[in-house]
């Protein structure tokens, strides 16, 4: 594969852009090498600029449930563009879309449209103060809840502690304010509820936390958080920027029957287009302006072109139900991938819960063989994932382009594309160099 023009691309851009991208983990750092630049998609697959065809197992990092250019979006989109783009007043088309998601999901009695999850999990935090008068967040290590100041955080491992800043430009101030405890461990939580509960505004959690690595907890795990918070009268987040509209239409909170008191949403919500969301108990959400005094404002939220394409996204979803069987496609090829990793003898294991999954290299030292915490990834993921990265990337496989993010599938990815996924990685493993 030529990779001339993405290479010369990426050195112009590293000009007059940060790291030549406008989000990091696009700049392959966390594999090394240069990024590809995409000129068009289409299905399961996308075109770079050097004329490479290759399967995308990114998928825009989880919005594409039915994959690039899916036509039934683009009609919508079509529809909207030509009515025109931007109005700043209200309009019919974030109703519908409002409409929609309360009279599907119960514990979304009111909701607010914003520009990404970011904004939307920023809003829910600002609601959670406002609403209980007290200003600490718990957060888990591991959770990524995008890059509001109190949320970039890292945790201290082990026992709780306060949190320090993650990114240069948190204040200690601002960051300080956010508690960090480790994933899979429930006493930690009480811990810090005994200690601080009466200061806790809230608990946010990804309800299936998959941005450092997948990282499934035991079953227990939310509801007996939502009973610890619930009892200090603290309320819960759960941000579905990733779960929501992807591992069941209602998300996490349909699949485990629990009922957040806010909750956040991003990626599926605008069917690939840029719309977050937060919503949940009316009376939480009637604090918001101009309801009520908790000020939260946007230009272009709701953009009608956004709202259409979230529209189109979230009927077809209803109408084609592609849950269990997203389900079933990513269980057979994470086990195909487990068997050829095995024959192999390579270690690797392949972790997934509904449409996601997330390769582990190396071995696993847990005792019931999971990774549920940061910590317990295997030393070795970072170098062999590069690897396993690369290669498969020559071979026309784009996997998400960190050892610590997860992948996605689409109703797009037909049988034939994950069997090219499948020789790709047996080649991949006969290459020297995993042991
Ligand atoms: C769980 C979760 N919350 C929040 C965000 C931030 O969303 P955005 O990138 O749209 O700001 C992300 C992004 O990956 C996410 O996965």
């Known amino acids: 594969m030529t990779t001339t023009k993405s290479a010369e691309f990426f050195e112009r851009s590293k000009r007059v852009s940060p790291g030549g991208v406008h989000s990091p983990v696009r700049s392959f750092r966390g594999v090394g090498g240069t990024p590809r630049f995409v000129e068009s998609a289409r299905g399961a697959e996308w075109l770079d600029v050097d004329g490479n065809r290759v399967v995308d197992f990114c998928m825009s990092w989880g919005p594409l449930m039915f994959g690039h250019q899916d036509p039934e979006i683009l009609e919508a989109v079509k529809t909207a563009l030509s009515r025109g783009w931007s109005y700043g007043t209200a309009e019919p088309y974030s109703l519908e879309l409002a409409e929609l998601i309360t009279g599907a999901l119960p514990w979304v009695e009111k909701v607010r449209f914003v520009n990404s999850g970011t904004e939307a999990v920023m809003s829910a935090l600002r609601v959670a103060r406002a609403a209980t008068g007290r200003n600490r967040i718990l957060k888990f ?16 491992s082990g026992l709780a502690e306060m949190a320090s800043p993650d990114s240069a430009g948190v204040s200690d101030g601002v960051a300080g304010e956010t508690i960090v405890v480790p994933l899979n461990d429930l006493e930690a939580v009480e811990k810090v509820f005994q200690a601080r509960g009466n200061e806790i505004a809230a608990v946010i959690v990804e309800p299936v936390p ?49 009922k957040p008191d806010l909750v956040t949403y991003g990626k599926v919500i605008g069917g690939g287009f840029p719309v977050g969301a937060y919503g949940g108990r009316r009376d939480l959400m009637d604090l918001v302006a101009p309801a009520g005094p908790v000020y939260q404002a946007g230009t272009l939220s709701a953009n009608p072109v956004a709202m259409s394409a979230g529209i189109a996204m979230l009927r077809k979803l209803q109408r084609d139900n592609p849950y269990s069987a997203l389900r079933a496609k990513t269980e057979t090829l994470a086990n195909d991938l ?31 063989g999971f990774v549920r915490a940061p910590e317990e990834t295997p030393a070795r993921q970072k170098e062999l994932f590069a690897k396993g990265f690369h290669s498969l990337l020559n071979r026309g496989i784009y996997l998400s382009p960190s050892g610590y993010e997860v992948s996605f599938l689409s109703t797009a990815h037909t049988d034939g594309l994950i069997e090219k996924f499948l020789d790709a990685f047996r080649d991949t493993l006969k290459e020297p160099g995993w042991t």
């Not at 290590?141 to 201290?156: K, N």
């Not at 998959?210 to 009268?233: C, S, V, W, Y």
Request: glycine content about 12%.
């Open 141 to 156: 290590d591991g959770c990524y809840h995008g890059h509001a100041d109190s949320m970039l955080v890292r945790a201290g």
């Open 210 to 258: 998959a941005n450092n690595g997948l990282l499934t907890q035991k079953d227990q795990f939310l509801p007996k958080l939502m009973e610890i918070a619930h009892r200090n009268g603290s309320l819960v987040i759960f941000d579905e920027v990733i779960t929501g509209f992807r591992v069941a239409f209602g998300g996490m909170a349909e699949h485990t029957g629990l």
């Open 338 to 368: 487990e068997i050829i990793a095995k024959q192999a003898g390579v270690l690797a294991r392949v972790q997934r819960f509904a449409s996601m999954f997330w390769i582990v290299f190396g071995g696993i030292k847990t005792s019931d």
